[in-house]
């Protein structure tokens, strides 16, 4: 882990038994194989250790298997990504990403959540100012508190102002959205034999329904 080097997870290329493992202080070893199928090898790990609640990435003979809770259950990738061999993973923190190396089927690159997006629903939003707050205090078990954004050790103000961040960007970006739109439809009612394809898709109703009855 970044800036903590006796905290770190591996993978054993076995299909049973443990075959992800975390240690907190470089000699101890836990289990955190958790639900990850029988059958399922692990040949290439990768840990985006910037969320409370570090995710954990196995890549397989088939396809990507991702852990947002420390191991105890497993998501596969989607249909997006073939069913291939999993040769490496690579995150890139600055951009927030997952690259994945198959065995004859290319890279591939995927989107992680924010830090911020708690519950990685895809959104920074008021279920991850709920859980924030709820969690509110010493984080009492490391690696486990998907709230403390920082990784402080405590969920705090220095969390919270990290949420409200994003929060605060995507509700700039939303009225900045309302405010193009309006200033679109205003300019195609003074130019009434404008094509939709000059207005903001959404509103193509309301570009033919102009042409319409302006005819």
């Not at 289990?31 to 954990?56: C, F, H, M, Q």
């Not at 890279?107 to 008021?126: E, H, M, Q, T, Y």
Request: hydrophobic share 40%.
């Amino acid at each position: 882990r970044p800036n903590a080097p006796l905290v770190a997870c591996i993978a054993r290329n076995t299909s049973s038994g443990q075959r992800v493992l975390r240690t907190t202080d470089g000699s101890s070893w836990a289990n955190i194989t958790g639900s990850l199928p029988s059958g399922v090898t692990a040949k290439a790990l990768a840990v985006d250790w910037d969320r409370g609640v570090p995710t954990v990435f196995v890549g397989s003979g088939a396809g990507v298997y991702a852990s947002f809770n420390s191991g105890s259950t497993w998501i596969k990738s989607g249909p997006d990504l073939p069913n291939v061999n999993i040769g490496q993973l690579e995150i890139n923190r600055a951009r927030r990403t997952i690259a994945v190396g198959t065995y004859g089927r290319g890279a591939w690159r995927s989107i992680l959540p924010r830090p911020a997006d708690i519950d990685a629903n895809g959104l920074v939003d008021g279920g991850d100012l709920a859980i924030l707050l709820d969690s509110w205090g010493a984080c009492t078990t490391p690696l486990q508190c998907g709230a403390d954004i920082d990784g402080s050790g405590l969920i705090d103000g220095g969390d919270l102002t990290l949420l409200l961040d994003p929060i605060q960007d995507q509700l700039d970006r939303h009225l900045m959205s309302t405010h193009m739109e309006r200033r679109q439809l205003d300019h195609l009612a003074d130019h009434p034999f404008l094509t939709c394809g000059h207005v903001m898709r959404h509103a193509a109703f309301m570009c033919v329904a102009h042409a319409l009855w302006n005819d």
